[in-house]
């Protein structure tokens, strides 16, 4: 399967990329579509009432070892679509612990069309 052009987004303003023309840069990379399966809301894109994730619910969220487990949880749930639609394989979403010992949600993935890799792991960190 072979996806069209996605807008490439800034992974720090989170804005799209411009072209210097009045347009966007664009790719073939999942990059843009998850990013866009974990960020937005679950349930409330009117183009798709099973498009994004439930990470929104753990903005307040501690990050306790039951929270962590169920933050992991939800991002399987967002990203198996585009697992099954063949645009990322090889998903990891495992859980580890950072230098001071907090647990975190590791998350990569292989974009299927251009074979990069893609680490979402900041998209799904707490943000409390």
């Known amino acids: 399967m072979?996806?069209?052009?996605?807008?490439?987004?800034?992974p720090i303003?989170?804005?799209?990329?411009?072209d210097g023309r009045g347009g966007n840069e664009k790719t073939r990379s999942a990059r843009t579509r998850v990013f866009?399966?974990?960020?937005?809301?679950?349930?409330?894109?009117?183009g798709d009432v099973e498009h994004?994730?439930?990470?929104?619910?753990?903005?307040?969220?501690?990050?306790?070892a039951?929270?962590?487990?169920?933050l992991k949880a939800a991002v399987e749930a967002?990203?198996?679509p585009l697992v099954e639609a063949q645009f990322i394989a090889?998903?990891?979403?495992?859980?580890?612990?950072?230098?001071v010992g907090r647990e975190?949600?590791?998350?990569t993935m292989r974009d299927v069309q251009t074979g990069e890799e893609i680490d979402a792991t900041d998209l799904v960190r707490f943000k409390g």
């Open 2 to 10: 072979m996806p069209g052009f996605e807008r490439i987004l800034d």
């Open 104 to 107: 975190f949600v590791y998350t």
């Open 90 to 99: 090889d998903l990891v979403v495992e859980i580890q612990r950072d230098q």
């Open 52 to 64: 994004g994730s439930r990470l929104y619910e753990f903005q307040r969220a501690n990050d306790s």
């Open 66 to 70: 039951d929270t962590v487990r169920a």
């Open 13 to 18: 303003s989170r804005d799209y990329v411009s």
């Open 78 to 80: 967002a990203l198996q």
């Open 36 to 46: 866009h399966r974990l960020q937005a809301q679950y349930a409330r894109w009117w």
